[in-house]
């Protein structure tokens, strides 16, 4: 289906509307010298000299009345409106050079009430696929009368900022006004980009209507019990969220209403390093004809992938639509949760594998967005790191974290929900990672409701309440500290974490209560308390 693009600024005739896969991966095939059709029936296909995102090169324009809610500082760089419009202008006289666009029309979050209607125009029939997954998908009848968007994205990807520019940081610029309601993207051809741009939109958008915005995945049980993972990569959020014992909602963004939650992508973008059958097997089967695989590396002669070949980068990604999930809950939309879990990969072997948390460490440790990285993920990392992220998307985040971290809190309280943190990272001083079955036996756990009324005793220096049993787990995985051959050295360490911890929080403390202050480590918690053991 055309489209006449003039209001837009762009001129080209050629204009493809929401045109299916088979006819993006014909022009793909006939245009674009790195795609090829993988074995599965995927498209395999470069994305140029970025291969992951560009954080440093966002900007959001400085304009009343957004200006004064934006949490101004490193995650939100500010331009102002002039320098936004030149770098609009540059996107569509670039885009007005191309023989042919595609424009790709849909909506972010499946509830109707909160939807937004977004509309992408591109060069390259790759990106527009993979907006067609990640967009939800609608029909012809609903697109002839689409109206007018909400948002446009303008992705001229394939040509470069001007570095000259001011507020120009390098070649790449990704730029949105909530003035505008428009994004522009120059100098990448990244297509998480585009994802994440919505996703920083909505982000903006849905607090203002007391909505809660969120980094996570979702799923549910066969009685409609919803779980919500919150995670940063490499933690195990669609690993353990794509549950074969339960349906899948959404594998990473959604936002939580006063009727429940709903997904605001109509896909999913799932990493593929190390991809395995044994280990992931429903994201291994979802990759098939309409799924993208970006910078996978594959066999010239049988087009085979090796998902352990990081050749390109380590980044490697299938974007899906969520269909392709055969245990998908399809609208993605489910009831408030009864579960919500926060996975961190503690590389220092320091947390427990699972803890429940009370609302105020909630909210500590929702702020707080910690894991780690470890030698070799990526370059110039030789030991273990600390991360933190704050809401475990700090990327993301348009508001304050103590905005999130209160609808959070608000959320928690009024539907008693459940919250656990569970350490898929390292355990005792011998650094192994904890078995996933171990981890899937945990996750099991809470879903039956196994740990509600088991005894816990606080761990010393977090506060964390641990149960003393789990089905599935040795009980000498519990206690950390008893996984150590030196008790006096995991205090040490366990010490200097919590150090970490503080000095992360420092930044947010002014905005948070004294009850949330108190919930981080240091706070003197007796190595042997317990908690009520009811609810």
């Not at 954080?55 to 500010?78: E, F, H």
């Not at 910078?295 to 990081?310: A, E």
Request: charged share 20%; glycine share 8%; hydrophobic share 40%.
């Amino acid at each position: 289906m055309k489209l006449d693009l003039t209001p837009f600024g762009i001129e080209v005739k050629d204009v493809r509307r929401n045109v299916v896969p088979a006819v993006l991966y014909e022009d793909a095939l006939r245009n674009e010298p790195t795609a090829a059709i993988t074995h599965s029936g995927a498209l395999a296909i470069t994305s140029g000299e970025r291969t992951g995102r560009s954080p440093r090169d966002k900007r959001i324009t400085k304009m009343p009345p957004s200006a004064d809610d934006i949490w101004w500082g490193s995650v939100n760089l500010p331009i102002d409106q002039h320098t936004f419009e030149i770098n609009r202008e540059r996107a569509r006289d670039y885009l007005n050079t191309r023989e042919r666009l595609y424009v790709v029309d849909g909506y972010a979050g499946w509830d109707p009430h909160y939807r937004i209607k977004v509309r992408i125009i591109c060069e390259r029939a790759y990106h527009a696929l993979f907006m067609r997954n990640m967009l939800i998908r609608i029909g012809d009848e609903e697109l002839a009368s689409f109206g007018e968007p909400d948002y446009v994205v303008y992705n001229a990807g394939m040509f470069p900022a001007n570095r000259h520019t001011t507020y120009m940081s390098s070649k790449t610029s990704i730029d949105i006004s909530f003035e505008e309601q428009e994004m522009v993207i120059l100098g990448t051809q990244y297509a998480g980009e585009m994802k994440k741009g919505i996703f920083t939109i909505m982000h903006y958008l849905m607090p203002r209507q007391d909505v809660l915005s969120m980094h996570c995945s979702a799923n549910q049980g066969k009685k409609g019990d919803v779980s919500l993972f919150f995670g940063l990569s490499g933690t195990g959020k669609t690993t353990l969220s794509a549950d074969p014992a339960r349906a899948l909602i959404g594998d990473d963004e959604h936002c939580w209403t006063k009727d429940g939650i709903f997904n605001i992508e109509g896909g999913c973008y799932a990493k593929v390093i190390n991809l395995s059958a044994d280990q992931e097997p429903e994201i291994l089967h979802a990759i098939r004809f309409g799924t993208v695989l970006e910078n996978v590396v594959f066999d010239s002669v049988t087009h085979t992938v090796d998902y352990t070949d990081t050749t390109l980068t380590q980044n490697t990604r299938a974007c899906f639509p969520i269909e392709h999930m055969e245990n998908a809950v399809i609208p993605c939309i489910g009831t408030h949760p009864s579960n919500i879990i926060f996975l961190t990969f503690d590389a220092f072997g320091i947390l427990p594998p699972i803890a429940r948390l009370t609302p105020e460490q909630a909210m500590y440790h929702f702020i707080s967005g910690y894991t780690a990285k470890v030698a070799g993920t990526e370059v110039g990392v030789n030991e273990p790191a600390a991360t933190f992220s704050a809401c475990f998307g700090a990327a993301f985040l348009v508001w304050h974290p103590a905005k999130y971290s209160e609808l959070l809190a608000k959320n928690i309280q009024t539907h008693d929900v459940n919250v656990w943190l569970i350490n898929t990272g390292m355990v005792g001083d011998g650094q192994e990672r904890i078995k996933l079955k171990y981890t899937r036996a945990i996750i099991d756990a809470i879903h039956h409701g196994d740990l509600l009324h088991v005894p816990a005793v606080h761990e010393p220096v977090f506060g964390l309440a641990v149960p003393m049993r789990c089905p599935g787990l040795p009980e000498d995985l519990l206690l950390p500290e008893k996984a150590w051959s030196d008790p006096n050295a995991y205090r040490e360490a366990a010490q200097r974490l919590a150090i970490l911890f503080d000095d992360n929080f420092a930044q947010y403390i002014r905005r948070c209560s004294p009850d949330v202050q108190s919930a981080g480590p240091l706070h003197n918690h007796g190595p042997d308390a317990h908690y009520d053991h009811g609810k």
